[in-house]
Nanobody, 125 residues
Framework: QVQLVESGGGLVQPGGSLRLACEVSGFTVSYSATTWFRQVPGKEREGVACISNVDGRTNYADFVKGRFTISRDSAKNMVFLQMNNLKPEDTAVYYC??????????????????WGQGTQVTVSA
């Protein structure tokens, strides 16, 4: 059974940085991807960044390009999200998700069956 555990959320001032981590275990699918989503109350979950577990290819939402970086440590089955220059509008619960690599549809939450429990990120002065 696939399990995902996020860590690293917290409170940070605007302009600050946080690094989220996602540990993935129990998977056997090789052609897969791990994606970070975020959600605020009353809004749909939105894709933030995705990394292929095959070749490390990455995709980013336009609203985080140049500020966030997704990376992986394949040996430890860990995926990270380095978030720099954080803005108040980045405040959300951040989730990591895992499933088959769906290419250009990476940001669509309905394609992911496996989710972590989420970690709160709050950007506030």
């Amino acid at each position: 059974q696939v399990q995902l555990v996020e860590s690293g959320g917290g409170l940070v001032q605007p302009g600050g940085s946080l690094r989220l981590a996602c540990e993935v275990s129990g998977f056997t699918v090789s052609y897969s991807a791990t994606t970070w989503f975020r959600q605020v109350p009353g809004k749909e979950r939105e894709g933030v960044a995705c990394i292929s577990n095959v070749d490390g290819r990455t995709n980013y939402a336009d609203f985080v390009k140049g500020r966030f970086t997704i990376s992986r440590d394949s040996a430890k089955n860990m995926v990270f999200l380095q978030m720099n220059n954080l803005k108040p509008e980045d405040t959300a619960v951040y989730y990591c998700a895992f499933d088959f690599d769906v290419g250009s549809a990476w940001s669509r939450a309905e394609y992911y069956r496996h989710w972590g429990q989420g970690t709160q990120v709050t950007v506030s002065a």
